[in-house]
C-alpha cells in the first residue's frame, strides 16, 4: 500500500478527529496533502506539509480548527481536525506530492490514498 488514511468516523459537531495516513518509505522525501470530497461535490483542498514537517498550509474554511503534522520515523502524517462542523463532512484523502513541499492543486500530487469517511453530525 502506498498511502493508507484511516481514522475517520461518526461525530457530533463540535467533537474532534485525528485522520492518519500511513505513507510507504518512498514519500518520505514528498510533501503529503489532505484533501476531501463531500457528497456531490468536487475534491477540494484541505492542508498541506512539506517532507520534513515543514511549510505547513490550510484551505481558509479549516485554519485554526485543523493541524496537519508529521512523523517521519513512522512515515505517518497526521490531520488534527478539532471543532468540528456538519459542512466538514466528506471522504478524506491524502495524497503524495511530487515535490518535497505539499502544494493546494490536485496536480500536485501522484499518489493518493483510499479515502476515509467523516461524517459529522448536528
Not at 15 to 25: E, I, K, T, V
Not at 81 to 107: F, H
Amino acid at each position: 500500500v502506498q498511502l493508507q488514511a484511516c481514522g475517520g468516523g461518526l461525530v457530533q459537531a463540535g467533537d474532534s478527529l485525528r485522520l492518519s495516513c500511513a505513507a510507504a518509505r518512498r514519500f518520505s522525501n514528498n510533501g503529503v496533502g489532505w484533501f476531501r470530497q463531500a457528497p456531490g461535490k468536487e475534491r477540494e483542498f484541505v492542508a498541506a506539509i512539506g517532507w520534513n514537517g515543514g511549510n505547513p498550509s490550510y484551505a481558509d474554511s479549516v485554519k485554526g480548527r485543523f493541524t496537519i503534522s508529521r512523523d517521519r520515523l513512522k512515515n505517518t502524517v497526521y490531520l488534527q481536525m478539532n471543532t468540528l462542523k456538519p459542512e466538514d463532512t466528506a471522504v478524506y484523502y491524502c495524497a503524495s506530492s511530487i515535490r518535497a513541499y505539499g502544494g493546494q492543486s490536485q496536480g500536485d500530487y501522484s499518489y493518493w490514498g483510499q479515502g476515509t469517511l467523516v461524517t459529522v453530525s448536528s
